[in-house]
């Protein structure tokens, strides 16, 4: 399981800067963040409830709380705080991000909805 070697928030750019300790870097937007939080909110608490969130393009990260050695908890200025962001989470969201991004875009063309409006 990968570890969070450093992890950076460039704030002016939304921007969250994490680097594992197999080598790998991720650089994570907030709206990316925000609209894959592992939160039972976005993910549901079973298989096919996730959430496809809405208008979160100008979204920024306010903080960052360690949670033991294994996760972060990210504050959203949305107040969206509830999500536990696992090492091995965030690992997963740069090795998946074309793909995710991706299918997250498609579906908000689907439901006729908007990075910038909810």
Not at 89 to 109: C, F, K, S, V
């Amino acid at each position: 399981m990968p570890v969070a070697t450093m992890i950076r928030l460039n704030a002016a750019d939304r921007l969250l800067c994490v680097e594992f300790d197999d080598g790998t870097k991720a650089v994570l937007s907030a709206e990316y963040l925000r609209v894959e939080s592992p939160s039972a909110e976005v993910q549901g608490h079973g298989p096919g409830q996730k959430q496809i969130v809405a208008g979160k393009r100008s979204v920024a990260i306010v903080g960052i709380e360690p949670v033991g050695n294994y996760a972060v908890r990210l504050l959203f200025d949305d107040r969206h705080d509830t999500g536990i962001y696992s090492w091995e989470y965030l690992h997963e969201l740069g090795d998946q991000q074309t793909q995710r991004w991706n299918a997250y875009l498609a579906a908000l063309q689907e439901r006729g909805l908007s990075r910038d409006t909810a």
